[in-house]
């Protein structure tokens, strides 16, 4: 049996390793080993029941019992696909800094820097899978520290700035955010505590225990606040530009593709189950950040002549559509969400390689204004790159559409008609400024250094891979949808419930968990009528009469024809015919109404005895 720990620890190990193998073999075994998490990941995701409750593949032992922190892992609906996404992202960062290309040389001190990179890779794996709060709060912080290091000591310097100022930036909005986090934490985990009885910071008892509901809000403000800043959303979002034009591309690609996506999981798997009356009453506040951050981030995406920051301000516009899924409070928004999230980070890394590419054919600027008219000579870049190109716009018959669609489908049925039509606007500049980077940089002019080539034998690979599989998830998006229902309905029911029950009800009947809990519901009562000793008719799983399994009205204990469901002489079993404006048993020779009990006529008008 596969066993979640192997898969969290995995990479650290490998990032030790690397420490003290000789130089010349640092980068094929961090290389390797990202390859081998990446066939654990897809190991568990093969065997991952979709159909199956609760948590597979669980770990829950006491890990400090004195403050009731368990060293809890599982994979359910919400972490499946998320967890096959990271694998994939450090991967293809591991990838591109070993083989090189998109004018990436190799890396000085790479013992260093791949054991940052393998930190960061627990980390991520870590917050994905902990099923305590206190445990996923660790994570969350450990996969960010190592980043400011690798941006320090492989950055460069933005223009007008240096890479320590950036860094400190980034530094302060994310450590302010976690320091609410681990207050939020440590609150939930106190005041959801009974009386008399110990303290545990475990998912699954906290769920149980429940925080009161006057204390929610301020704590999902707390989550709110740190979940929104690692995104970013607008308007804390001002660390973005500095810190993206700081870190390496490779890095980059993996920090814009995966840990904004580990922020979104937050919100399904912390905020919403544990602080549904929280949720609930800053929901509107939330929706109305996520659609602003769609406005504004696809305004400045449109207008800056930056390939770097037109992705990054792009991720804020696709992080508000994210967002307004989540808080659509319905499970098609959820899975919605959670299918975007993939699309988004598959999308993200081979956009980021193409700007490196094109960056490296235009003399080392990313300026759009500076490249131009690569196409002509380099045709397989160029249909590689217009295939990421359209899954940034959410062309139909990619899997972004598919998601962006169920998330306006979400907001429009269980938030607001006129968000969900505000929030489409995003869609319509989304197009505007993913052609325009297509086509100022592939297209028109020629740029006045630029140096037109086909892409070399490592870089098709690294963007040939990515590229495959936005087409494979675009053909079979279902299967990511299938995995996430259960558990996205799970997530958002007490939120729903206490924003508007009549809403949570009738999403739960469309969801497969009501539609499963109605067929248990039947199957139940059908059990129950075998419990109490009743015979029970297997085709039709009706209460049935023990003497001769003839089914019978479970009110009135009067025996029924099984295909009519009409009343039967007991003497006989012949269906007796009812008169269909009083709905009394008649008798068939002259349409008398009988009692059927006797066999005797009865007055229609009083059901008496007639004479």
């Known amino acids: 049996m596969l066993h979640l720990s192997i898969l969290l620890w995995l990479p650290l190990a490998i990032a030790l390793a690397g420490l003290v193998v000789p130089r010349a073999l640092v980068r094929w075994v961090a290389l390797g080993g990202s390859l081998l998490t990446l066939a654990l990941a897809i190991g568990f995701l093969v065997d991952f029941e979709s159909a199956a409750p609760g948590l597979q593949h669980a770990t829950d032992e006491t890990w400090i019992g004195a403050l009731g922190v368990h060293y809890a892992l599982g994979l359910d609906g919400l972490n499946a696909w998320l967890l096959l996404l990271a694998a994939v992202g450090f991967t293809f960062t591991f990838a591109w800094s070993a083989l090189g290309g998109g004018g990436v040389a190799e890396v000085d001190r790479p013992g260093t820097y791949y054991f940052h990179l393998g930190v960061a890779y627990t980390g991520v794996i870590g917050a994905l899978v902990a099923q305590d709060l206190l445990l996923f709060v660790a994570f969350f912080d450990l996969m960010l520290i190592p980043f400011f290091f690798l941006a320090v000591g492989w950055g460069t310097d933005p223009p007008g700035s240096d890479k320590v100022r950036a860094v400190t930036r980034m530094v302060v909005y994310t450590l302010v955010g976690s320091l609410l986090m681990l207050v939020g934490a440590v609150a939930i985990g106190v005041l959801a505590t009974p009386d008399g009885q110990s303290i545990s910071f475990s998912f699954a008892d906290l769920a149980q225990r429940g925080v009161p509901e006057g204390s929610q809000g301020w704590i999902f403000a707390c989550f709110a606040a740190a979940f929104l800043v690692k995104m970013p959303a607008f308007p804390i979002h001002g660390w973005l530009r500095e810190g993206y034009k700081t870190l390496p591309l490779p890095v980059l690609a993996v920090f814009s593709g995966v840990l904004s996506k580990v922020a979104v999981y937050g919100f399904l798997r912390v905020a919403l189950p544990l602080l549904p009356s929280g949720a609930a009453d800053l929901r509107w506040v939330v929706l109305i950040i996520a659609v602003l951050s769609i406005l504004y981030a696809s305004s400045i995406a449109l207008t800056t002549v930056d390939a770097r920051l037109v992705l990054g301000y792009s991720s804020i516009a696709q992080l508000g559509f994210i967002t307004l899924g989540v808080f659509s409070f319905r499970t098609d928004g959820a899975s919605g969400a959670i299918l975007q999230s993939v699309n988004h980070g598959l999308v993200v890394l081979p956009a980021f390689l193409a700007v490196g590419i094109l960056a490296s054919r235009a003399g080392g600027s990313e300026d759009i204004r500076d490249m131009g008219g690569v196409a002509f000579r380099a045709p397989i870049f160029a249909i ?200 009394q048993p008649v008798d068939p020779s002259g349409g008398v109404p009988v009692d059927p009990s006797t066999g005797q006529p009865v007055d229609p008008t009083t059901g008496g005895a007639g004479r």
Request: with cysteine.
């Open 384 to 583: 590689l790159f217009v295939v990421v190109t359209y899954a940034v716009l959410a062309m139909p018959g990619t899997s972004n559409f598919v998601g962006e669609f169920l998330i306006l489908r979400g907001v429009w049925e269980g938030a607001s008609i006129a968000l969900a039509c505000v929030a489409a606007i995003g869609v319509a500049l989304a197009a505007v400024y993913a052609l325009r980077l297509f086509i100022r940089t592939t297209h028109n002019r020629v740029g006045p250094k630029v140096v037109s080539r086909d892409l070399s034998p490592s870089e098709l690979l690294l963007l040939g891979v990515p590229v495959l599989l936005i087409v494979a998830l675009a053909v079979h998006p279902q299967q990511t949808l299938r995995a996430s229902d259960r558990a996205s309905t799970q997530s958002v029911l007490g939120a729903a419930a206490a924003a508007d029950p009549e809403k949570a009800r009738s999403m739960l009947e469309e969801s497969s968990v009501g539609r499963e809990a109605a067929a248990t519901g039947a199957a139940g009562a059908q059990g129950a009528a075998g419990a109490a000793g009743q015979a029970v008719d297997p085709t039709t799983g009706q209460p049935a009469d023990p003497s001769g399994a003839v089914p019978v009205d479970p009110s009135t204990g009067q025996a029924i024809d099984p295909t009519t469901g009409q009343p039967v002489d007991p003497s006989g079993g012949q269906a007796v015919p009812v008169d269909p404006s009083t709905g």
